[in-house]
C-alpha cells in the first residue's frame, strides 16, 4: 500500500473533554430531568461524603472511651441533660455516647460492608459469567448450575452459613478482628450469582457479534477477546445491578448485625445500632433505634431509586 | 499465476442435535447438518472468485473455514501451501494468519462499539505487536475517510462509512487474501457501489485476492474472475464469469439467472424458482437439485453427478451440455 500517496492527516477537529462530553449527553440530560435521581444522588453523596469524613464531623469518637460521659446517658434529642447540662442533637443512648457521632461511625462501616462486597461480588461473578458465556460446554454447566443451586436458597441464609463457617476456622481472639472481612465474604458469596447471569446472557449476545469474530480471525486470544472486546460491552448491565446490589447489600449486612452475627459492637454499623436500640425502645428511649434506623431506610431507599433510574437511563427501550 | 488457496475435498458437518437429555426422551438419534460437502476449489492469486448460492447453501461455512474460524470436519483448505488446521510449526500459522482477512456483511455488528476507530483498524498489526503509529489515519485516507475520524467511535459513522473502516482493518496487516461476506447486502444500492468500486481498486493497486461471498449476481458481474455456485453445500457450477453470463450449463444457475430482478427488464414475468433449499439435516438422494430440477431424470435421483468439464466451465449435472 506503499504506492498510493500518503497526504498530510487532514485537521482533526478538536476532541471535546471528556467532562464537556459527559455533560452533553443523553445520560446526563436524562439525570438532569428526573427528580428523584437527583434528590438520591444527592442524599446518597451526603451519606457517603459524611461516612467518609466521619471523624472531621462527628461530635465526638463515640468509641474512645475518654470522650464519653456516664452522666450523659439517655439524654433525649434537642433536650439539656438532667445532669450535666449538654445539648445532643439526636441524644445519646446509655453510655452517654451521642447518638449522631455513633451513626456517621456506623454509616462507615456498613458503606464499606457494602461497597466491598458489591465489589467482591461483581469481581467474580462477572469473571464466572465471562468465562461461562465464551467458553461454553461444561465450564458454562458447572458455574450456572451452581448459580441455579445457590439460587434456591435465601441470600440470608447463605451469607449466615458462610458466616459462621468461616468463624469456625478463625481463631477466637482474631473472630471480633476479621468479623467485618467475613461478612464482606459472606454478603459477596451470597450475591455473585445475579452478575453471574447477567454477564453470561450479554456475553452469549456480545460473543456471536462479527467484531469478536473479526479479533477471532487475526489471532487473538481468548483471555484478550474476553477481557477487551467483551467486558466493556457487558459493563452496562453490571452497573446497574452493582447499584441496586450496593443497597441489597447494606440491608444484608444490617440484617446480620441485627441478627448478632454481623459487625462486631466494637465496630457498630447500622444494624448493630438499630439492635443495640430496640432493646431501649419499651423503655421510651426511642431516639438509639428510630435515627439509625432512618438513616438506614434513606440510604437503602435513594441507593434503591438511583439504581432504578440507573436502569431506565441506560436501557433506550425505555426511554 | 499460482493457486493461493486449495480447498480440496472440503466437508463441514455441524452437530444440531438436542440436548442428550430431549434426545433419549424423545427417542431421537444426533442429527447432524452438512453445511459443505466435498467442495473443491482453487484461487488464483490476485484473482477474484465469488461463490454464490442461496441462503442455507453453505457459502459463509466455506468462507469461514477459509479465514480460519471453523475447522474443516473433512478434507483441507491451504493457503500459501500452509493448512491452518493441520500445520504444528507456529510461526509458519501466525504468518498466513497475518496473510488473511475477512470483511463480514453486517458493518454495524463487526466493528466494537466502544472501541475508538483508531485501535479497531489498527488491531491486526497491534495485536503481533506491530508498529501502529499514524498507521489508522493513513488507512482511513486510503479508503476515502478522514485522518480525523480515527478518534470517533463507531457509532459516529453510516453504513457505507463503517463498511469503508472494515475494509481499512482488513487492508492493516497487509494481507494477500480477503474473504468478503456479503459486504454490501446490508447497504443501500447508491452506497454499495462505492463500496464495491473501492473494493475493485484496492485489489488493483495492492494485488489482493478476494473470495467474495454473495447472493447478489449484479456484484459477481461486477467483482469476479470465476465464479463457483453452490447448491446444498455443493458445488454445483465453476466459470470464468463471461462464460457463465454467456450460458450458464447447470439447471440451478439458469434458475439463479431467471429469477434476478432486471431493471432492464421491468414489469417482465417471471416464474418464481420452483420449491425451496431442501432440509440439509435430510438432504434428497442422487442430485440434490432434482426435486426442483426441470431436466431431472430418473438417473438424478439415484445417482450423485460428478464435476465434469464442459467446455471453459465445470458443471455437476447429468444432462449439461458442453
Sequence with gaps: MSELPVEKPAEAPSAPSAWARFLDSDFFYSFKRSPVAVVSFALVTLLVLSAVLAPLVAPHNPFD?????????????MEPNAFTGETFWLGTDDQGRDVFSTILFGLRISLFVGFAAVLFALLLGVTLGLLAGYIGGWTETLIMRAADVQLTFPSI?????????VKGFLPVDARDEAAIWVLILAIGLSDWVQFARVVRGATLVEKSKDYVQAAKLIGRSPGAIMLRHILPNVLG???VIATISLALAIIAEATLSFLGVGAPPTQPSLGTLIRIGQGFLFSGEWWILFFPAMTLLVLALSV?????WLRDALNPRLR | MSALVKIAGLTRIFDVSKPWLNRLLERRPKAFLKAVSDVDLQIEERTVYALVGESGSGKSTIGKVVVGLLAPSEGSVEIEGVDLHRETDAAKVDHVRSDIQMIFQSPFASLNPRWKVRDIIAEPVAARGGDTKGLSERLLEQVGLAAGDADKFPHEFSGGQRQRICIARALASNPKLIVCDEPTSALDVSVQAQVLNLMSDLQEDLGLTYLFITHDLTVVQHMA???????????VEEAPRDALFERARHPYTQMLFEAAPRIDAFGREVDPPKGEIPDPINPPSGCAFHPRCPLAIERC????PEMRQLGPARVACHMAEP
Excluded at chain 1, 472511651?65 to 434529642?77: E, H, V, Y
Design chain 1, 65 to 77: 472511651p475518654a470522650t464519653l460521659n456516664l452522666m450523659n446517658g439517655f439524654s433525649a434529642p
Design chain 1, 157 to 165: 441464609l447463605v451469607a449466615m452459613l458462610i458466616f459462621g463457617i
Design chain 1, 237 to 239: 448491565p453490571v452497573l
Design chain 1, 304 to 308: 434503591n431509586l438511583l439504581g432504578d
Design chain 2, 225 to 235: 474472475d470465476t465464479v463457483g455456485v453452490l447448491y446444498l453445500g455443493r458445488l
Design chain 2, 301 to 304: 435421483t439415484r445417482e450423485r
